[in-house]
């Protein structure tokens, strides 16, 4: 698999991350070399191996379905830059 | 051409926990702007996702009551993207290995059609918070009370193939969901939310058309107005040489039309990945076999027992199971009242289902209680009284006047099964109305009714009907 400019860009874009023009190309290069380093891995055989979903081998634990928190909502808004009527505020998403 | 229509369907089922399914905020529904909205919530730095026991059980049920397979593993990922109500900047979700696997719900579509619509899977999820565009200048407002809210992510096959159809497999749904107490369903407040895909094909071809997705319909008369509205736009794209775009759309109820939602450059890239915040959830078939224990008697089945057990149509008994306090109350008029279960069916899906409709009220809100209405129709069934009176009657108790004995015992409503007292008042309708005697007695057969309607008059309704009709046939043949 080989990572193009276009690649680069699109996924910037999604993680809305902005990019330096002249630096795409560098980018490009670095993500081939993790994913050719990554590829490695398919020369093992992993025929009937059931793919792992987490490093560790343990099942997720259950919590009892009980209320155990409190309003902290002012505590939380003090960080936020903007409030009003208990909601944060945010600019304006759709047009 | 001639077009066939077809339509799947995901519902979003909000599940009725006390807390978050990732944290240990409380859900409940109307509380102030994120009072209920705790760090796990916020994605704050630092805090980790714990699952809720209960939203496990409630999945496995609800996968068990469609015949579906249970997953002994599976795993939660990250539906990443961007907006406000969203803190994180990802969805926890599940998308390769989800809770429930296949499975299936048979829908009744009249007296004799069943239709088996296909399941493809359910997963368990969060819910985003609520954005409110309306009220700040330029801003909007993030309420993050729902953020983290259980949901229940049911998908269909696309086995739909008309906008009747869909609204059928929702209200299966909607029914089955309130059966297993897995949520309220509550439309308004958004615990019971449906998109559908919608595509046409030429009939006859099995390849599937470009598909519209339509966003959040909230009650099922918009789902019926949307996929018609859907259907007929795609039809006339179609047949002007144009072609389906596949995109969302939102369905405008006040203008009964849908309209293109998001804009074509940036198709959805989700980058699902398992959730390292989360192991994969291991359940077992001892766990599942205690959930077996646990379900009730589902919509279909008691729908089977009303049809066998009382003797009622599949359509009687198909409404009376659409809601579980429903069949709940007629099954303890029925037993009160110890009425014929055909009387019963027509009280409670006439009388009643008018009065409740004309306030509003459903069921759980009657202002007559299955009790109070079993002692009325029991009061039919020994002859106390008349099924005309007994209408009289329930508007008094409907209005508060009292249960139906003190309200025949205060209106002197008693029926009169005295032939003693029946006769006389015959004798004197016959000979106030001589010239219909004589015409009856000629041969107009029709007067009968004539002179049944004056003695019921005459007594105020009160004689028993099928007396008055026996002795009235008796007087007039005799003489």
Known sequence: MSVTAETIVSIAHLARLALDEKAIPHYAEDMNRILHWVEQMNSADTQGIEPMAHPRDLGQRLRPDEVTESDQRECFQANAPQTEAGLYLVPQVIE | MEWETVIGLEVH???????????GASTAYGALPNTQACGVDLGLPGVLPVLNANTVHMAV???????????????????NYFYPDLPK??????FELPIVGKGHLDIQLD????KRIGITRAHLEEDA????????????????????????????EPDMRSANEAVAYLKTLHALVRYLEISDGNMQEGSFRCDANISMRPKGQSKLGTRAEIKNINSFRFVEKAINYEVERQIQVLESGGSIVQETRLYDSDRDETRSMRSKEEANDYRYFPDPDLLPLNIDDHFIGEIKKTLPELPHEKRQRFEKAYGLSTYDANNLV???????????????????????????????SAALNKESLDITTSKITASALAQLLARINDNTISG???????????????????IIEKQGLKQITDTSAIEP???????????????YREGKDKLFGFFIGQVMKACAGKANPAQVNELLRKKLQQD
């Open chain 2, 129 to 156: 918070g609520k954005s409110l565009h309306e009220d700040f200048q330029g801003m909007t407002g993030i309420d993050l009370n729902r953020a983290g809210t259980p949901l229940l992510e049911i998908v269909s």
């Open chain 2, 111 to 114: 007296e004799e059609t069943v």
């Open chain 2, 13 to 23: 089922v909000q599940l009725q926990t006390a807390s978050k399914i990732f944290s």
């Open chain 2, 61 to 79: 049920k609800f996968g068990l009551s469609v015949d579906a397979e249970i997953a002994h593993r599976s795993v939660f990922a990250r539906k």
């Open chain 2, 425 to 439: 008042i015959i004798d004197e309708v016959m000979a106030n109305n001589p010239q219909q005697l004589a015409q």
């Open chain 2, 322 to 352: 659409a809601s579980r306090e429903l069949a709940e109350y007629f099954e303890t008029v029925l037993k009160e009242s110890k009425a014929p279960a055909k009387l019963v069916v027509n009280w409670v899906m006439g009388e009643l």
């Open chain 2, 89 to 94: 900047g990802y969805q926890i979700s599940q």
């Open chain 2, 388 to 406: 005309k009176i007994a209408k009289t009657i329930f508007e008094g108790m409907w209005l508060g006047e009292g249960d139906a004995d003190s």
